[in-house]
């Protein structure tokens, strides 16, 4: 029987369960940074337990079931089973791989950061202001530039995040934020920007899957770490992609563990990027914030990471932090308008020619020629209702040929879960 559940919320799910198992991945994170001395080498082992994990669990989910294979079942209808990856993705392989080896070398180096404590309560915020890099990035790469409301929201979760990322001791370290600004946040943007481009595609006329995306990331960013990792090695001599190995095989069991819950984290995650845009995707997946708190306190309580601040004034900060974040999300949430323009032409005006100048309306997504009362219908994704109505009904006005319009607001869809 299958599950049906509106588009919009099927985000939200998607979004906010990668949040809760990446929170508790980062609890592991924690107790595999106090075992592993050196963040080179701890990226080297994790990204070698994340190749067999993910290797391991994709094999698993392409075991055919009742003529669908398990993963298609329960994580991703787009998929089948693992497959090479084709040439239109190797270049957007590469640069999320790249982006992903990059974060992952910087988010783990702030574990290192005496100042930062070992806490995901207070590290995970920081990869948090990556949205305000998506939002840039999508405006000058994508056609539906963000409207003023995207930006208050993306300004609203990062200045949330900045508050609920005020360290354990109150202090402020600067290696940290330069990392985070010139490391890991252009890293995530990489990683999570081209990551949507990969979800995006269709192969084999179906849409792409998020098992093979995740899989076939690991192996590039695994690659691009061993590459790092070896100019490292070569400038400073020292050994640590050797001891990443051997790391790998002596912390197996916890590494295993956090390459488990990353690569289902990454998949929901990779999957919701299918839906909504890249920096609204991340915007929701920041509450990651919330539910690392709990988990810091059970790590603090077994003194596997430091104590949980008591100090009233940092704590009220990081609940307005937190409040803060919420709201951004909601608005995103809640401005997200999508409608469908059904147009009818005049005899004797090209199809190419009309399509293309749909498709150049900010706000348009989706174009598509029709066969029978109507010519064409088009589908719109605004944030701004009154006037992105208003503006797009121009545009199609302005097109030479437009004989009648109707424009249709959507007010559900829904999705196999």
Not at 24 to 41: F, M
Not at 345 to 367: A, C, D, F, S
């Amino acid at each position: 029987m299958k599950i049906k559940i509106r588009k919009r919320y099927l985000f939200f799910v998607l979004a906010f369960a990668s949040a809760i198992i990446s929170a508790v991945s980062s609890g592991i994170d924690t107790i595999a940074g106090d075992l592993i001395d050196n963040y080179w080498i701890l990226s080297i082992s994790c990204f070698i337990l994340a190749l067999i994990v993910s290797f391991s669990c994709s094999a698993f989910l392409s075991i055919p079931f009742n003529g669908k294979s398990i993963g298609s079942m329960f994580l991703d209808p787009s998929f089948r089973r693992i497959r090479l990856i084709r040439k239109k993705e190797v270049f957007y392989h590469i640069l999320a791989g790249l982006g992903n080896a990059i974060t992952t070398i910087g988010y783990f180096a702030l574990f290192y950061d005496k100042d930062l404590g070992h806490s995901p309560s207070v590290i995970l915020p920081f990869s948090q202001i990556v949205i305000l890099y998506l939002v840039i990035a999508e405006s000058i790469t994508d056609k539906d530039t963000p409207t003023l409301i995207d930006i208050q929201s993306s300004v609203i979760v990062t200045f949330g995040a900045i508050l609920g990322s005020i360290s354990l001791t109150g202090t402020i370290s600067v290696s940290a934020l330069v990392i985070v600004f010139l490391v890991i946040n252009p890293g995530s943007m990489l990683f999570s920007f081209y990551q949507r481009k990969l979800k995006m595609m269709k192969i084999n006329e179906r849409p792409n899957d998020a098992i093979n995306i995740r899989l076939w990331n690991v192996i590039f960013a695994l690659s691009f770490t061993l590459l790092i990792t070896l100019i490292f090695d070569v400038f400073n001599n020292t050994t640590n992609i050797i001891e990443g190995f051997i790391a790998s095989v002596q912390f197996f069991g916890w590494m295993f563990a956090m390459a488990f819950g990353t690569f289902f984290s990454f998949v929901l995650y990779i999957r919701s990027l299918g839906i909504g845009k890249a920096s609204i995707a991340q915007a929701v997946r920041s509450s990651v914030i919330i539910f690392s708190i709990p988990v810091t306190i059970v790590l603090s309580y077994f003194g596997l990471a430091d104590p949980f601040p008591t100090d009233p004034i940092l704590l009220l900060i990081k609940i307005i932090g937190m409040i803060i974040m919420m709201l951004g999300i909601s608005t995103f949430a809640l401005a997200l308008t999508k409608a469908y323009v059904f147009i009818k032409m005049e005899p004797g005006y090209p199809i190419e020619g009309t399509m293309k100048r749909l498709w150049t309306i900010k706000g348009v997504n989706r174009v598509a020629a029709l066969a029978g009362p109507y010519d064409f219908i088009v589908k719109i994704h605004t944030r701004t209702l009154v006037k992105g109505y208003e503006r797009i009904l121009r545009k199609v006005q302005e097109i030479p040929g437009v004989k009648e319009y109707r424009w249709q607001s959507v007010l559900k869809e829904w999705e196999d879960i």
